[in-house]
């Protein structure tokens, strides 16, 4: 069977948005990449703040090398009369499962998971302190846009390599969303780092390596995308190593 890579170059075309054909390798340092999530909600009228700190990010020196940020809309809040466009069940059952993990004391939003482990700190000084990070080994993301990502991770001698799962998340940025209702009522919301689509696979061979298929995502309105691919503990969820970058427009 012919795959969609090769009818593409065959035919000439170009996909839809999001899946156009490009060739793109990403590669971590050796040191640890630190994951910040925020779980927010369009329901939260706490959360635009956080929404607001977390885009500043994307001007950050270490960005992609030393931290990635991500965004995760829970639908918990979704019943106060405004659907969250970006929430996912899926998302509100990982903050659950950082709970029943004992990584968070309870499920809330903003709520702030900086590597696996809950952080309070933005409520207090929200300065993100990345301290020195220790080496963990290379994670390299292999990309055909529209095709799928291959990973490969070398891990420092003695490191964890075995029992990893792979995640993998499409990044939107520049977003507009005007609230119609709820705690956020007329207010027009611009964001950035939104998790558009995750996906995850505890497929490894033998030689550390995992294959994930394209994922289907509705880029809803985003001007830049992003890609984010990291290993973590499949009981934890506390990441090994994460690598992520811009997708050529």
């Given at each position: ?96 499962e950082y709970r029943k993990s004992g990584a968070l004391r309870s499920v ?14 933005w409520f207090r000084h929200p300065k993100l302190d990345l301290g020195t ?117």
């Amino acid at each position: 069977m012919i795959s969609r890579l090769a009818l593409a170059l065959l035919l000439g075309m170009t996909l839809p948005f999001g899946m156009t054909v490009h060739a793109l390798t990403l590669e971590s340092p050796a040191e640890q990449v630190k994951l910040v999530e925020l779980y927010t909600s369009h329901g939260c009228s706490s959360c635009p703040p956080a929404d607001r700190w977390l885009g500043k990010l994307e001007s950050h020196p270490g960005l992609w090398q030393q931290l990635i940020p991500m965004a995760f809309h829970v639908d918990y809040w979704d019943y106060l009369g405004w659907q969250d466009r970006f929430a996912s069940p899926a998302f509100s059952q990982r903050q659950r499962e950082y709970r029943k993990s004992g990584a968070l004391r309870s499920v809330y939003t903003p709520g702030f998971v900086v590597n696996g482990k809950e952080w309070r700190g933005w409520f207090r000084h929200p300065k993100l302190d990345l301290g020195t990070a220790k080496k963990v080994g290379r994670l390299t993301l292999d990309v055909q846009s529209g095709v799928g990502v291959k990973a490969r991770f070398s891990p420092q001698v003695g490191g964890d390599e075995q029992r990893l799962e792979a995640n993998l998340a499409i990044l939107g940025f520049d977003l507009q969303s005007e609230i119609g209702a709820g705690e956020n009522r007329g207010r027009t919301l611009s964001e950035h780092f939104v998790v558009l689509s995750h996906s995850r696979s505890k497929a490894q061979n033998q030689t550390g390596e995992w294959s994930l298929p394209w994922p289907d995502f509705d880029p809803s309105g985003s001007k830049r995308l992003a890609i984010v691919l990291w290993l973590s503990h499949p009981e934890s969820g506390e990441p090994v190593q994460a690598v992520g970058g811009w997708l050529p427009g």
